[in-house]
C-alpha cells in the first residue's frame, strides 16, 4: 500500500516538532544527533501509522532495540522482553503489531491467541533463538531424566514448549537460584550459562547448570578490552554489560542488568557518565530520556531487530503479507504458555 501523503502541511509540521522534541538529544547514528529534517521526513509515516492504529484497532508494541522513530513515534509501549510480555498479554484491541525479532512476536501470540499478531519485520532471527530446536531440547531431556529445563526467552515456540520454566534477563538469575533442584539445563545462551554459574557460585549455591545453544551476536563482541578503554579514556565512567556479555566482561562490568535492569541503574544513579556494552536502540532510550547523562557507546547493533521500520511498519498494518503474521498450533501454545506462565508465577 502507497502512503497517502498527508497535504496539511501545519499538521505535518507539527508532527515533526513533536518527533524533535522526542529525538532530538537521541543519535540516530554514532556521533550524529537526529535533526529536525530528520523528523520532517519521518512525519508523514509516524502521522499515517498513528491514524491507522486507530481505524483498524491496533496496538504497537516495539522492543527498545527497535528504532527510535518507532519506539517515540508510533509504540503504544515499549520496553524489554519481559515487560513486553506482560504488556502483550493484557492487550484488548484486535490486532498486535509487534515490532521486534520473530521470537518475541511469538510469545506475544502464545499469552493472547486470540489476536492477530503481526511482525513488520517478517521472519526476523536471532542468534540465540536460531541456535537451538526443539528437537535438540528433547534430546537433552532424553540424557538428562528428570533434570528441568529452563529456557531463555530469546527462544522459538517449540522450545519454550518442550522447557519447563521460560526466563528472561531479568529474572533468570533469581529463577536458577530459587529452583529446588541441584542440576538445570539451560539453553539457548551458552554465555548466560557461564553467567549463571558465576551467580550462584558469589550467591554460595552449588547447583550445576547443563548448557547448549549459542550466543547473541550483538552482545558476545564485548571484550574486557573494550571496558579497560572506557575507563581510560573516561576516568569515574559506569559500565554496564547484558548478561548475554562474556562472563570475563560481565566481571570488569560496574552493573549487569537487563535491558530494565540498566535503565533503572542509570535512574537511581547520581553519576553523569555511563558506558553502555548493549544495543544501539537502548542506548537511544537512554539518550531520550536521561537528557542530563552522557552514554558512550563503543559498538553494537541487531541487525534482525533494525528491520523494523516506519516503512513496513506501514505496510503491515495496512495489508499485512502473510510471512508477517505469527501462526502457531493449539498444542505449541498450549505447552509454551505453560513455560511462561510458570516464569511470570517464579518473577513474583
Ligand atoms: P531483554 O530481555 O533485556 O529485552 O533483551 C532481549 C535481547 O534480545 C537482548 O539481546
Ligand atoms: Fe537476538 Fe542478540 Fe538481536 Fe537480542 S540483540 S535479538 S539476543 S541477536
Same mark, same amino acid.
Given at each position: 500500500?502507497?502512503?497517502?501523503?498527508?497535504?496539511?502541511?501545519?499538521?505535518?509540521?507539527?508532527?515533526?516538532?513533536?518527533?524533535?522534541?522526542?529525538?532530538?538529544?537521541?543519535?540516530?547514528?554514532?556521533?550524529?544527533?537526529?535533526?529536525?529534517?530528520?523528523?520532517?521526513?519521518?512525519?508523514?509515516?509516524?502521522?499515517?501509522?498513528?491514524?491507522?492504529?486507530?481505524?483498524?484497532?491496533?496496538?504497537?508494541?516495539?522492543?527498545?532495540?527497535?528504532?527510535?522513530?518507532?519506539?517515540?513515534?508510533?509504540?503504544?509501549? =515499549? +520496553?524489554?522482553?519481559?515487560?513486553?510480555?506482560?504488556?502483550?498479554?493484557?492487550?484488548?484491541?484486535?490486532?498486535?503489531?509487534?515490532?521486534?525479532?520473530?521470537?518475541?512476536?511469538?510469545?506475544?501470540?502464545?499469552?493472547?491467541?486470540?489476536?492477530?499478531?503481526?511482525?513488520?519485520?517478517?521472519?526476523? +532471527?536471532?542468534?540465540?533463538?536460531?541456535?537451538?530446536?526443539?528437537?535438540?531440547?528433547?534430546?537433552?531431556?532424553?540424557?538428562?531424566?528428570?533434570?528441568?529445563?529452563?529456557?531463555?526467552?530469546? =527462544?522459538?515456540?517449540?522450545?519454550?514448549?518442550?522447557?519447563?520454566?521460560?526466563?528472561? =534477563?531479568?529474572?533468570?538469575?533469581?529463577?536458577?537460584?530459587?529452583?529446588?533442584?541441584?542440576?538445570?539445563?539451560?539453553?539457548?545462551?551458552?554465555?548466560?550459562?557461564?553467567?549463571?554459574?558465576?551467580?550462584?557460585?558469589?550467591?554460595?549455591?552449588?547447583?550445576?547448570?547443563?548448557? =547448549?545453544?549459542?550466543?547473541?551476536?550483538?552482545?558476545?563482541?564485548?571484550?574486557?578490552?573494550?571496558?579497560?578503554?572506557?575507563?581510560?579514556?573516561?576516568? +569515574?565512567?559506569?559500565?554496564?554489560?547484558?548478561?548475554?556479555?562474556?562472563?570475563?566482561?560481565?566481571?570488569?562490568?560496574?552493573?549487569?542488568?537487563?535491558?530494565?535492569?540498566?535503565?533503572?541503574?542509570?535512574?537511581?544513579?547520581?553519576?553523569?557518565?555511563?558506558?553502555?556494552?548493549?544495543?544501539? +536502540?537502548?542506548?537511544?532510550?537512554?539518550?531520550?530520556?536521561?537528557?542530563?547523562?552522557?552514554?558512550?557507546?563503543?559498538?553494537?547493533?541487531?541487525?534482525?531487530?533494525?528491520?523494523?521500520?516506519?516503512?513496513?511498519?506501514?505496510?503491515?498494518?495496512?495489508?499485512?503479507?502473510?510471512?508477517?503474521?505469527?501462526?502457531?498450533?493449539?498444542?505449541?501454545?498450549?505447552?509454551?504458555?505453560?513455560?511462561?506462565?510458570?516464569?511470570?508465577?517464579?518473577?513474583?
Amino acid at each position: 500500500m502507497v502512503l497517502q501523503e498527508e497535504t496539511n502541511k501545519e499538521l505535518l509540521e507539527k508532527e515533526a516538532h513533536r518527533l524533535y522534541g522526542l529525538l532530538g538529544s537521541v543519535s540516530r547514528s554514532k556521533g550524529v544527533k537526529w535533526t529536525l529534517q530528520d523528523c520532517q521526513q519521518a512525519a508523514p509515516y509516524t502521522l499515517a501509522i498513528n491514524r491507522l492504529k486507530k481505524e483498524k484497532n491496533a496496538v504497537i508494541l516495539a522492543h527498545s532495540y527497535t528504532v527510535p522513530e518507532l519506539v517515540y513515534g508510533v509504540a503504544d509501549f =515499549s +520496553g524489554d522482553s519481559y515487560a513486553l510480555s506482560r504488556k502483550a498479554e493484557t492487550v484488548s484491541a484486535d490486532i498486535i503489531i509487534f515490532a521486534g525479532v520473530w521470537f518475541m512476536a511469538e510469545t506475544a501470540k502464545i499469552l493472547n491467541p486470540s489476536k492477530q499478531v503481526i511482525i513488520p519485520a517478517g521472519h526476523a +532471527g536471532c542468534t540465540l533463538a536460531d541456535a537451538i530446536t526443539e528437537e535438540d531440547v528433547r534430546k537433552l531431556k532424553a540424557a538428562h531424566p528428570g533434570v528441568p529445563v529452563l529456557c531463555y526467552v530469546n =527462544s522459538t515456540a517449540g522450545v519454550k514448549a518442550e522447557s519447563d520454566v521460560c526466563v528472561t =534477563s531479568g529474572n533468570v538469575f533469581n529463577i536458577a537460584a530459587n529452583m529446588p533442584q541441584k542440576e538445570l539445563i539451560f539453553v539457548p545462551d551458552l554465555l548466560m550459562a557461564q553467567n549463571i554459574e558465576a551467580d550462584l557460585k558469589r550467591r554460595g549455591i552449588a547447583k550445576k547448570i547443563i548448557s =547448549s545453544g549459542g550466543s547473541c551476536c550483538v552482545h558476545d563482541k564485548y571484550t574486557p578490552q573494550d571496558i579497560e578503554a572506557l575507563r581510560r579514556q573516561y576516568p +569515574g565512567i559506569k559500565v554496564m554489560a547484558h548478561p548475554e556479555c562474556r562472563p570475563d566482561v560481565c566481571a570488569a562490568a560496574d552493573y549487569v542488568g537487563s535491558t530494565k535492569g540498566m535503565t533503572d541503574y542509570v535512574a537511581a544513579s547520581k553519576d553523569k557518565l555511563f558506558g553502555a556494552l548493549t544495543e544501539f +536502540g537502548l542506548v537511544n532510550r537512554l539518550e531520550a530520556e536521561y537528557k542530563d547523562k552522557t552514554f558512550i557507546w563503543p559498538y553494537g547493533t541487531c541487525a534482525y531487530m533494525k528491520r523494523n521500520t516506519l516503512i513496513n511498519t506501514f505496510q503491515a498494518l495496512s495489508a499485512p503479507k502473510p510471512e508477517q503474521i505469527v501462526s502457531l498450533s493449539p498444542d505449541v501454545i498450549a505447552r509454551a504458555r505453560k513455560s511462561l506462565q510458570n516464569m511470570f508465577e517464579m518473577t513474583k
